[in-house]
């Protein structure tokens, strides 16, 4: 599936922030399939190309000159909420998922790669899910409570 793909979107969800939502470039994964009509009756679906876990990725290192990480960041929602429907939730341990996250991300990265995270900031501070990785963020970008973070695979930082 990974042949003559350039991007891998590890939590492509609904694919909100895609111009082309069915980009051949792309991989898309999730960790679900969804079909659903959301409260304000709009269609709502996730239907990624791989059903898998960000935290352990089925592709070889280096595979992707462009990753992009849009994991869930809500802690509550509710269970049925249209929120928790549309963004999912983090789990009990969402610091070592995550910390696993970007780990797999920077692995199937190819070096000098591109890895774009994004984060909700609504419940848990990006700067404490910044922690969860060594590798130091080149720019970052926020609007509204949204922080877009881009790092390089490879370079080092002094």
Request: aromatic fraction near 10%; hydrophobic fraction near 40%.
């Amino acid at each position: 599936m990974s042949e003559n793909k350039t991007i891998l979107d590890v939590c492509c969800g609904g694919r909100m922030w895609w111009h082309d939502k069915h980009d051949p470039r792309a991989v898309y994964m999730d960790a679900r399939e969804l079909d659903t009509v959301l409260c304000d009756g709009r269609a709502f679906r996730v239907a990624p190309d791989i059903v898998g876990d960000f935290r352990a990725l089925p592709f070889d290192d280096c595979s992707f000159p462009l990753v992009l990480f849009d994991p869930p960041h809500l802690l509550h929602a509710g269970g049925s909420s249209w929120l928790a429907a549309k963004y999912g939730t983090l789990s009990p341990s969402w610091r070592e998922d995550l910390r696993r996250g970007f780990s797999e991300c920077f692995r199937v990265l190819k070096p000098l790669g591109t890895l774009v995270f994004k984060w909700a900031e609504e419940q848990v501070r990006l700067s404490e899910v910044l922690k969860l990785t060594d590798e130091k963020p080149a720019i970052m970008h926020k609007r509204q409570k949204t922080h877009f973070v881009i790092f390089q695979k490879g370079v080092s930082v002094e």
